[in-house]
């Protein structure tokens, strides 16, 4: 197992958001995104914490990710939105268009939103939460395929054609742990095959192919040209395709290609059907009652949607976050390149007073 550094949510925040500044980023926007990295890391979900720095510097330096673009609004009704992200940071666009989604839905009982021209938004669960938290429902996909457009095959394809394509469902619980469901429809999600690469570790049989076609565990066998498996075979292909269909909501599809792609959001009000008091107090008796089934053997207690997230991130909080020495490492290099310290003294009160007296 490789070396890791034990750091505090208050100092990732500080390093990424530092980063990005000096990278031309707006200080707010920067704010943001290092917020929903670190989120991302107490939600126990490292694929989509701070790794994927040097990746959002590379998209900046080629010109691909606008640091400093504010999203603008093309189209909208009473309940829905059609926003261009402008090239900007998906997280910070993202944030914004479900903010927006839930003040619509509040007013007109749901908002459906089509985000295009975005950068990677980052752990959908995060925008799930949200709404969640405002007392509503939602969903939310990224979807990208067509021939060739992705590292994930098709049911009975042999090439890949889509993207990992993730869904996101939030339920309001009135507690701090809403019912999240959030995964890929591969059988991975791409970032996982990062943090095994990063730790020197295998990964669960079933879940790529190498440039061969075969079977693999090896990290390295997918980034040589390999390929991802759609979990439940034909069902997680037809959930990928349909993500790509409410993509394509935001006009983005190349009748030339066949290709189709977008980010889509939707924010319920559950007040419109019933007060949300007695709806969130349904919901969690509902829940513990599945969790007071009584465990199968080789298991402690059945957990639901949500439990883990919200576990990992009252552990992280107190303990900290282990961050692979190979991504520090490259955390470093991208400091010293921009002439900035990653160090301690970094970090600001108001990054310690945002994640609270644990951190």
């Known amino acids: 197992m490789e070396k890791t550094h034990l750091l505090q949510a208050p100092h990732l925040h500080a390093i990424a958001r530092n980063i990005f500044v000096a ?32 990746a959002y510097l590379r ?11 504010e999203p603008e ?14 090239r900007g940071f998906g ?23 089509s985000i295009s021209n975005t950068g990677h938004i980052g752990r959908l669960g995060e925008y799930a939460e949200a709404a969640a938290s405002a ?6 996909t990224v979807g990208n395929g067509g021939r060739g457009a992705g590292p994930t095959v098709p049911y009975g394809g042999a090439e890949g054609a889509f993207g990992t394509n993730p869904i996101a469902i939030g339920v309001p619980t009135g507690d701090d ?7 890929a429809t591969s059988m991975i999600a791409e970032g996982k095959i990062q943090v095994a690469r990063s730790k020197g570790i295998d990964l669960p ?11 693999s565990t090896t990290p390295a066998d997918f980034y040589d040209g390999g390929a991802l498996l759609a979990f439940g075979k034909h069902k997680g292909y037809a ?16 009748l030339d290609s066949g290709r189709m792609n977008g980010t889509f959001m939707q924010a319920i009000d559950v007040n419109a059907f019933t007060p949300v008091e007695d709806y969130q107090k349904g919901v969690r008796a509902f829940l513990d009652g599945i969790k007071s089934t009584p465990p199968a053997q080789g298991f402690d207690e059945v957990l639901v949607p949500g439990d883990f997230e919200s576990r990992s991130r009252k552990k992280r909080l107190k303990e900290g976050i282990e961050i692979p020495d190979t991504i520090y490492n490259q955390l470093q290099e991208c400091a010293e390149k921009l002439g900035i310290s990653i160090g301690e003294d970094t970090i600001e009160e108001d990054d310690k007073a945002h994640y609270g007296p644990l951190s």
């Open 239 to 254: 959930l990928a395709m349909f993500t790509c269909l409410l993509g394509g909501l935001a006009g983005t599809f190349d």
């Open 91 to 113: 997280h910070y666009v993202s944030r914004w268009s479900i903010h927006k989604a839930i003040e619509k839905a509040k007013s007109a009982v749901s908002c459906s939103v």
């Open 135 to 140: 007392g509503c429902i939602s969903l939310i």
């Open 205 to 215: 049989e079933g879940c790529i192919l190498d440039k061969n076609g075969m079977p």
């Open 177 to 183: 742990s809403p019912f999240i469901v959030d995964y």
């Open 59 to 69: 998209g900046i330096d080629a010109g691909h990710l606008k640091p400093a673009a």
């Open 23 to 54: 990278a031309g980023t707006t200080r707010h926007i920067a704010e943001d995104v290092a917020e929903i990295l670190v989120n991302a890391h107490l939600a126990g979900h490292d694929s989509h914490g701070l790794l994927r720095v040097p």
């Open 73 to 86: 609004i093309l189209a909208e009704s009473p309940n829905t939105l059609h926003i261009d992200g402008q």
